[in-house]
């Protein structure tokens, strides 16, 4: 059956702010404190929906998170009205409001991972929501993502939603931001390549400066979850050095799709090794494997980083050409720019470059890959997603507008405490869920 790839982006969240919560994520550290945006991230972010809608790609949403999380508030101690509780946590815990007030679920790589029905042992598409367990902000994600998804995909008979792991370190899982898969076409059963920082077991190098999010124990979890078989899935380890660069998803330094996979030379601890391990699983199903490796001396690590070269999306259009989707800081990094313009006089698999503005993420340290998440899914899978939430002319009409209505053009930390915000949140929440037709998917609805 023909099957393509869909990306679902998340929505810029009302409360999008740089409170700078994730260490090891330069980006989102070194904007701390300073004033957002939260209608133009918004903005950029549909835009590029549409545009790729435009393109011929299938394209959805996924909705914000209610923030602030006056659940995670009231769990660690803070009482009375929800506007009391806003305020006492200003005065009393600031960093704790602010992990509440966190828009980090427009970041859908880490949503969940992902399997397709080709690949599963039940042939149904396979989700698990990420445990997110390294970061609070985070941590306090998956179980609203979880009922998002369940309106989302809502046909049991051919999605398989789990629950997260348990929110253990030894089970830190941060979903597709560390996975990707192989295949001749997308339809065809395939390769999962999971991406792990660290072993909390079994020893291994570790990186020194920052923490690796992702453990091996929980790659293997997920993959036994979606009936994943051996000779479909490789395990490959991050390599610490870049970890302590900032690289704190594997997406922030490789990229794949298809049989493609776009990386840096620094990508992985034994690299040789895992490209053939991946060509030889490949190969065993007729597919092959092309590893288009970016040398240190062309585009270093930082470079990487500051640009997230990798943090992009490598997609297969109608015609067969593979596209890379940049940030427009690619254009800004003279060796970044430099090594994206000699692709069009070298023989790679990427056959045009995309740039997008998409600043009030990346100033939080997250880019074109962060915003998706991928879905392989069939004729017929495709035809059981909910039809509200795939982006077109109409439902981009809608959502630019209900941005304009509902979202603020400047928040700084400080407004966090603001108890107005949480109402203009609920309000502009209650009116997208009858927009997407997601039903009562959040606590305020219930």
């Known amino acids: 059956m023909l099957a393509t790839e869909a990306n679902f982006d998340g929505l810029v969240g009302p409360t999008h702010n740089y409170a700078g919560l994730s260490f090891g994520n330069v980006a989102s550290r070194s904007n701390e404190k300073s004033v957002a945006n939260p209608k133009a991230a918004a903005k950029q972010g549909l835009r590029k929906m549409k545009r790729l809608a435009d393109l011929g790609f299938h394209q959805g949403v996924l909705p914000p998170l209610e923030r602030p999380s006056i659940r995670l508030l009231r769990a660690v101690g803070f009482s009375g009205d929800d506007a009391s509780v806003i305020a006492r946590a200003a005065?009393?815990?600031?960093?704790?409001?602010?992990?509440?007030?966190?828009?980090?679920?427009?970041?859908?790589?880490?949503?969940?991972?992902?399997?397709?029905?080709?690949?599963?042992?039940?042939?149904?598409?396979?989700?698990?929501?990420?445990?997110?367990?390294?970061?609070?902000?985070?941590?306090?994600?998956?179980?609203?993502?979880r009922r998002s998804l369940a309106a989302i995909f809502a046909d049991e008979a051919r999605f398989r939603i789990h629950h997260a792991l348990p929110g253990t370190p030894a089970l830190g899982d941060e979903g597709a931001a560390n996975h990707t898969r192989f295949a001749r076409e997308y339809?065809?059963?395939?390769?999962?390549?999971?991406?792990?920082?660290?072993?909390?077991?079994?020893?291994?190098?570790?990186?020194?400066?920052?923490?690796?999010?992702?453990?091996?124990?929980?790659?293997?979890?997920?993959?036994?979850?979606?009936?994943?078989?051996?000779?479909?899935?490789?395990?490959?380890?991050?390599?610490?050095?870049?970890?302590?660069?900032?690289?704190?998803?594997?997406?922030?330094?490789?990229?794949?799709?298809?049989?493609?996979?776009?990386?840096?030379?620094?990508?992985?601890?034994d690299q040789h090794e895992v490209y053939d391990a991946l060509r030889a699983k490949l190969d065993a199903q007729g597919t092959p494997f092309h590893a288009l490796e970016v040398p240190e001396n062309e585009v270093s690590v930082q470079d990487a980083v500051s640009s997230y070269l990798f943090n992009s999306q490598l997609l297969s259009s109608a015609d067969g050409r593979q596209l890379l989707v940049v940030p427009q800081e690619c254009r800004e990094n003279a060796?970044?720019?430099?090594?994206?313009?000699?692709?069009a006089g070298r023989k790679t698999p990427i056959d045009e470059v995309l740039v997008f503005d998409l600043r009030e993420s990346m100033k939080n340290g997250g880019g074109p890959a962060c915003l998706r998440l991928r879905v392989v899914l069939n004729d017929a899978e495709r035809a059981a997603v909910n039809p509200r939430v795939w982006i077109d002319d109409a439902l981009f009409t809608q959502l630019d507008a209900w941005i304009d209505r509902h979202y603020r053009d400047r928040l700084a930390p400080a407004d966090l405490a603001d108890p107005k915000l949480l109402a203009e949140s609920r309000a502009a929440l209650d009116e997208l869920t009858t927009i997407l037709g997601l039903g009562a998917v959040y606590d305020f609805q219930r």
């Not at 399997?115 to 998956?142: C, Q």
């Not at 060796?335 to 692709?343: E, F, G, I, M, T």
């Open 187 to 269: 339809g065809e059963k395939g390769v999962e390549f999971f991406v792990y920082g660290r072993s909390e077991y079994a020893q291994g190098p570790q990186p020194q400066r920052y923490p690796a999010r992702q453990t091996l124990e929980a790659s293997r979890a997920v993959a036994r979850l979606h009936g994943l078989s051996d000779d479909a899935t490789v395990f490959a380890q991050q390599s610490p050095d870049v970890i302590d660069a900032g690289v704190f998803h594997n997406d922030v330094i490789a990229v794949g799709n298809r049989t493609t996979l776009f990386c840096h030379e620094r990508a992985f601890v």
């Open 335 to 343: 060796r970044v720019a430099a090594y994206l313009d000699s692709l």
């Open 91 to 145: 005065r009393e815990a600031p960093e704790l409001l602010a992990a509440a007030s966190s828009a980090s679920a427009m970041w859908t790589a880490n949503a969940a991972t992902v399997s397709p029905s080709a690949d599963t042992n039940d042939g149904r598409v396979h989700f698990t929501p990420a445990n997110l367990a390294a970061k609070l902000h985070r941590a306090i994600e998956h179980g609203e993502t």
